[in-house]
């Protein structure tokens, strides 16, 4: 242990946020229901298509998640700084202007993110809301530090050399970290409790490894991202208690783009963004899995969440269907590959094919059979907290393999 | 003139900030009549009811110029330190600061303002929303300065002293003049082109005010204030070309918020907020001469804006109507001082009170007469650069009557 790790600077601004998130955790759980036929009212809802009975449920809570959680870190700005005031020593400027631009790029995700919910915004949209949320973090990056020096892996560096300059790849790289965040966890949604459930799993993960690291000299960055997710843990858990099934509000995509935007900006600010992706196998997973559908060589249909068997009241996998003949060439290969390695169930009569939208959550309802829509979630976080354990796996003992780690 | 007048680090930036201003001048007012139909579909929108026939106007157009305010903004952020970077001198980290926290309290306030605009908040929210936008800037004023010591006026000097210490006061002060500024805007409306055209008047009048400061020794708090509102009078104007007679568009609760904020945050962190306060001669009068509405010790309609009178198609004082038995003492009272000040057109038969209510449109309409909705715009507008003119008259000759002013 480093010598500053038993010292109140570590521990007592920690203390502080944490405090702040449990009171904030009490106060956004019995403001939701509160806020609910607001919603209503102002036709921000939609109809739960896997229920027997349609009921209009409010959506787009992730707003009222988001102003909490915002609320929640205006309040905590100056302590982190106390102990600079206190010791009348130089004040941490740019340590300031980091939390603060890491607000205002959560902040403005919210506000788009909303925008989306309300105005139904296009898939290009979609694409370009988080790349504009990322331009403060981009901007104040690039006038704070301008480092776009990267550490090569052990096995590259015969090509590379030691570290690479990527320049303006860099933020390329950073704004499209932004995106993919963001989208990946819209992209894994459908089931109640899903959106929120599954950011619960990887912020929980992504503090667990703050608190690995607060031993590090690089203590601060992951101090500064355990101040970022404990908030945001309390507001998904009260999210949660109210999105579980049966759910009673839904998330919207607000609360994925915030959500994604969250841990973009601990991941950048704390230079360890190939560390956040880790805790985001499932997410990429799907991702991958989904690209035929997404990019429309395979058809997509508007919705691809699990339907409802009526009879059962269990959900099944949801499937796509054309015909034979109106594939592209690409469309044929992968349903081939798809099927070949037994990734998907398809089915061929008269020239028609049906299969089950590639998504994981339609992946496992075919594997495992119809689950109900409790046990499908479960099962999801299971897969994601699994994941998750993994990560830690791949992060800490195998790291050294590519990396000269200094522990 | 000071040493630093003709620097390119007075105007380079300010050149920038223009050209960017301008380049989204066009880009929003090329957008905005995109939109209006999708605003339409999410039935974010509102009936005209001084129109003869009743069309659907889409609302809360604010978002949208606040969206493209912030873009302007992101992309300026490195620019005012490109002079730091090159130079390679001390970076000034607590500028930096500044210009993100600002953004972040505006951001903030376009994300409640359009959360009001589609949830129709209560009143009690509206006071409330403003103070939490503005408590980053509290926050950082707090870490970075926590000045709260004023200059006291030389007649109050015998009682108080040189210069008083406001503490805790202070910050109530700050948070007060943004819940002011942006209720002001807000209570001021109900004309086609009259938020975002009185916001316009007061705003070229700041920046007028900044540009003859600009030779001071504060020159650097002065160009902050201009790269914050060249950009907010390009998006405003934008706005105005779509929301002026016959609105195609509203602004919206939104747009009122962003433009009083936008004005606290200048003020605030200018620290020339009592001048702010003069521009807003006409929306202060319109505070006080509302207050016995608004504070229901007379009655106040849902609607206080003027009404079309569908022969003359011209605009009328609207009127509140009561029985005189009904009204408190203090509502006697209040009617009695008014109508002895000739302020109000009162008229009273069988016990039943008619008077127009209290704001300066129904007063306009009441002295000048009937006038078209254009026409009434214009000469509120007219008033709103007069009480401008009176208000560089207040601050520059009269000023050294209270302060010492060293030029």
Chains 1, 2 share one sequence.
């Not at 950073?174 to 899903?194: D, E, H, K, R, Y």
């Not at 249909?301 to 269990?314: K, T």
């Not at 075919?366 to 897969?383: D, F, Q």
Request: with cysteine; aromatic share 12%; glycine share 6%.
């Amino acid at each position: 242990m480093a010598g500053h790790y038993y010292t109140p600077e570590v521990w007592i601004p920690i203390f502080i946020n944490v405090s702040l998130s449990l009171v904030f955790y009490i106060i956004t759980s019995r403001l939701i229901p509160k806020l609910a036929g607001m919603f209503i009212n102002a036709r921000i809802c939609g109809i739960d298509l896997n229920k027997h009975q349609s009921v209009q449920v409010p959506e787009a809570f992730g707003v009222v998640a988001g102003c909490m959680y915002l609320i929640v870190m205006f309040l905590f700005i100056p302590v982190p700084f106390g102990s600079a005031v206190l010791q009348n020593s130089a004040f941490p400027y740019h340590e300031l202007a980091k939390l603060v631009t890491a607000l205002l790029s959560i902040c403005c995700m919210i506000l788009l993110g909303f925008a989306d919910d309300v105005l139904n915004l296009k898939w290009r949209h979609k694409l370009l809301l988080p790349t504009v949320a990322t331009l403060p973090l981009l901007m104040v990056y690039y006038v704070i530090s301008n480092s776009t020096i990267i550490i090569v892996p052990k096995p590259l560096r015969y090509l590379f050399g030691f570290s690479v300059d990527l320049g303006v790849l860099y933020y390329v790289y950073m704004s499209l970290l932004a995106v993919f965040c963001t989208n990946a966890i819209n992209i894994l949604a459908g089931v109640n409790g899903l959106e929120a459930g599954q950011s619960l799993v990887i912020a929980a993960s992504i503090v667990l490894f703050n608190f690995c690291e607060l031993s590090s000299d690089l203590w601060r960055t992951h101090q500064f991202s355990i101040f970022f997710l404990a908030p945001f843990i309390a507001v998904t858990l009260a999210l949660l208690k109210h999105n579980w099934y049966p759910a009673k509000i839904f998330v919207g995509d607000t609360y994925c783009y915030f959500a994604g935007m969250t841990f973009a900006v601990v991941g950048i600010l704390g230079i360890f963004s190939k560390t956040v992706l880790l805790f985001f196998i499932p997410q990429v997973i799907n991702f991958l899995y989904s690209v035929p559908q997404l990019f429309h060589i395979i058809p997509c249909p508007r919705h691809r969440m699990p339907r409802l068997n009526r009879d059962s009241g269990m959900l099944e996998a949801s499937e796509f269907k054309c015909d034979e003949s109106s594939l592209s060439p690409l469309g044929k290969l992968c349903l081939n590959v798809v099927e070949k390695l037994n990734l998907a169930r398809v089915t061929r009569k008269d020239g028609t094919i049906v299969g089950n939208n590639l998504t994981i959550i339609n992946f496992v309802l075919v594997k495992v059979g119809p689950l109900h829509e409790a046990h499908l979630s479960a099962v999801l976080m299971t897969i994601q907290i699994l994941c998750s354990g993994m990560a830690f796996l791949i992060r800490y003992p195998l790291a050294s393999i590519f990396y000269d780690v200094p522990r």
